[in-house]
Nanobody, 125 residues
């Protein structure tokens, strides 16, 4: 059974960095489209970044130049390196996968069928 498990969340000060990880199991997740979403309290879940089979990445405008998505196929793991964190980056971050898709669909929640349980990121100003 396909499973995604996030780790690496925590509490940091504004301007600091944090790296999230998402380990896929049950299928060769890192060979297909994977993505990060986030959801702040009272807000809709929004797409942060995606990366496809060819390692082509797409970012939300709000994180461009600060966040980097990558994956390690040998470890079947997805990463999100977050730098210059701001208070409005505070959210639960979710790993998602458009399983069996080499090319990523748009960063819309309904287009991703597999989800992790989420990891909390809190940025204090």
């Amino acid at each position: 059974q396909e499973q995604l498990v996030e780790s690496g969340g925590g509490s940091v000060q504004a301007g600091e960095s944090l790296r999230l990880s998402c380990a896929a199991s049950g299928y060769d997740g890192a060979s297909y489209c994977m993505a990060w979403f986030r959801q702040a309290p009272g807000m809709e879940r929004e797409g942060v970044a995606s990366i496809d089979h060819y390692d082509s990445a797409v970012y939300a405008d709000s994180v461009k130049g600060r966040f980097t998505i990558s994956k390690d196929r040998a470890k079947n793991t997805l990463y999100l390196q977050m730098s210059s964190l701001r208070s409005d980056d505070t959210a639960v971050y979710y790993c998602a996968a458009a399983a069996w898709s080499w090319i990523c669909p748009p960063l819309t929640r309904s287009r991703y069928g597999y989800w992790g349980q989420g990891t909390q990121v809190t940025v204090s100003s």
